[in-house]
């Protein structure tokens, strides 16, 4: 999670980034295939006329926001992915482990689908500043939510050891030696 936190950090648009984001204009670049004659297309990138939150939003350094996008999409993903899915299962022990996997990538999957379509409409009114806020926060509680329930995140095994211990002091049959 800290590498997903970091990666927004770094992407945020700060206030005292230099320059904003450019509206729609013209670039010219050259066409490296063979099948037409001209060497030259003309290109409209930039951001279109109608998000009026590009003439107040800093631009972010290219480099850097594709170097920790890079890192936290190609090492941040993997290793939260499979830590959860170990931690999940471990929590969960010998119960129907196939449903609430399943559950749980539902919730995933629903979160993909519905994520994108809520988000591209904050994005189109107010700009990546808000979805990015959104982000630091959430992550942030997700940092604090692992570090407040961590004593608590026992695997099964052990849990089921304590069961078994409490529950043959509990039926130990209690002499006067014992007192």
């Known amino acids: ?3 997903f936190f970091l990666n927004y950090l770094l992407t945020y648009p700060w206030p005292f980034l230099s320059g904003s984001i450019p509206y729609l204009h013209p670039v010219e670049t050259l066409n490296t295939s063979n099948s037409t004659s001209s060497n030259s297309t003309i290109e409209y990138v ?3 006329l109608d998000h009026k939150w590009c003439a107040s939003t800093p631009r972010v350094n290219v480099i850097i926001f594709y170097g ?3 890192i936290a999409v190609g090492f ?3 290793l939260i992915g499979i830590s959860l899915d170990i931690l999940f299962s471990k929590i969960l ?10 559950i749980y990538s539902g919730a ?3 979160l993909q689908i519905l994520g994108p379509i809520f988000l591209t409409q904050i994005f189109s009114n107010s700009g990546p500043k808000y979805i990015w806020i959104f982000m630091l926060v ?4 997700c940092c604090l939510l692992v570090l407040i329930f961590f004593p608590r995140m026992i695997s099964y095994k052990k849990r089921f050891q304590r069961m078994q211990k409490q529950e043959r002091l ?7 030696s014992d007192l």
Do not use: R
């Not at 022990?93 to 399943?102: A, D, E, N």
């Not at 959430?138 to 509680?141: H, M, P, R």
């Not at 509990?170 to 006067?176: A, N, T």
């Open 68 to 70: 920790a996008t890079i």
């Open 170 to 176: 509990i039926h130990s049959p209690c002499v006067e």
């Open 108 to 110: 995933g999957v629903g």
């Open 93 to 102: 022990g010998p119960i129907q482990q196939g449903t609430m996997q399943g």
């Open 138 to 141: 959430l992550t942030s509680l």
């Open 1 to 3: 999670m800290t590498i």
């Open 46 to 48: 930039g951001c279109p």
């Open 76 to 78: 941040g993903y993997p």
